[in-house]
């Protein structure tokens, strides 16, 4: 199963995760086979750490809840808010099929959490003859950002069941492009999120 993670610091803690640098390399060093991506978000200046976002595909809940909350940022106070989601690799991709940046672009890590279809949407709409909202998300992705998207997929409840938004893992000139490239999701189009956050991103693992 994948899975989408995201730890929100503490504020002032950034002494702390220096210092805990070598301790969580180690112990994400555990994980070299199962990681899909991973690495810190930064602030509107570009340099405050904000948080740590890891995908990564595990057995299953317990392992995932053994992946966030025995990691030694996680047990030392860094994080405060952390976020556990199922995921869907939609395009197989990882992140290191993207190990030479291009040249003027920044990444981005793109979470929108989203809200319940009313029962039998998509559906319906299939019936119809029209495509679903996941179908129109996946043609407009990958007709327009296809070579710009590190990653992407549904972030999905505990069963796997329904979905509850979507993360994207994307490289584009700026956080405009980013915001544009989020105004024409079918799903926001469609009011089918009710926050979308837009995290600068840097690749991380060791140096």
Known sequence: MEYFFYCRDRPGTFPLRMELAEAHWAFMDRYGDELIARGPTFGADGETVTGSMHIADLPGPAAAREFAFEEPNYKAGVYGDV??????NVLGRTMWQFATAVPGYE??????????AAPGDDKLAESLGAESLGQAQQRYLD??????LIAYGPLLSDDGADRTGTV???????RAAAETLM???PYARNGRYT???IHAWEFGGRR
């Open 107 to 116: 990444r981005f890590l793109v979470i929108a959490h989203g809200k319940a």
């Open 183 to 185: 105004d024409g999701d």
């Open 143 to 148: 007709g327009l950002y296809g070579d710009r």
């Open 195 to 197: 926050d979308v956050e």
């Open 168 to 174: 994207l893992l994307v490289e584009l000139p700026d």
């Open 83 to 88: 976020l556990i989601s199922r995921w869907t």
